[in-house]
């Protein structure tokens, strides 16, 4: 049987040479491409210019990167390419070397503002509740006070703190109640309630005596004493109690008593008007001194803003002298000083 040739219609699978073989192009299509290349050239308006410049800005890498654009902390991604649009046109790079360093220094300009930012953070944690603060602080220095006059002396044994430091703590304790609006407030207080009960009962209880003798001994020591034999009257009594009924020594020594109360009551008023300046002006002494940062976080902020201002210096040298060497100027070598230790 004798084998037949193919026919001229019939396909046989190409060889890989001759798959590798391009097709010729005509000169037809060869002159159609290349008008087709005349229509479609770059942009030629300078608004044009200046969009296909920007893509360099929007998808760089540290376009991307050094911005922070979610969380908590998320920041305006926007003003980050303004930034480096208004770079972009003072500089006005070329090639990928001058590009990528007009964004390095875009990136130090916006670390340098995140700085700032950080030390505004850290002045205004002090600052925005310093009244709060100010105000616990005094609280916790009469609730402290009271505390310590309402403590029995005989707990500490004068063999082992001499009664001399004990009256001495017992004298800071009534300064610290009378530099206090809150601890003003209280004296007041305790003074109204000696008055009401000179009234509805003729006398001062022993428990507000107490207090009274606790807290005023060392300041009007003749008020207390007052005070102290302004008790219940007795028959044994060798101070001569107060008298009660229609007796005319007794309401003389009542009256006397609720006189020398409001005279107090008077001076612990002009003291809270003192008190309230007094702590007003502190108040804006100590918003003044936290103008700056802690040292803790200023010694941080300076260190991270050296880090930054030699980045972008040398940044921005590195521009200069690539883009006056693009001009044809001569750029001397830079000169690298070593101010270490030698060998």
Sequence with gaps: MSLQEPSPNFST??????CARKRPVSERRIQANRRNALRSTAPKSARGKRTVARNAIKHGLLAREVVITAGDGEENLEEFHSLLEGLWDSYEPM???EESLVQAI???WWRKARAIRAENGEIR????TIAVDRALRDSDKVNLALAVSNMELGLFPADKIPRMEQWAAMQRVQTTLRSHRSGLVYLCALLENAKTEMASDGYISERTRGAICCEFGFWNCLFTLQCSHAGPPTA????GPLGAGDD????????AVV???DRELEKLGAFKDYALEREKLAGDAEARSFSLPPVDAADKLL???AHLDRQLYRAMDQLERLQRHRRGENVPPPLNINLGKRG
């Design 106 to 108: 875009a990136a130090c």
């Design 236 to 239: 044994k009594a060798e101070n």
């Design 248 to 255: 005319k020594e007794g309401e003389e020594k009542r009256a």
């Design 13 to 18: 699978p190409q060889s890989p040479k001759n």
């Design 303 to 305: 260190r991270y803003e």
């Design 95 to 97: 090639g990928v070397v």
């Design 259 to 261: 006189a020398s109360i």
């Design 125 to 128: 944690k002090r600052l925005d």
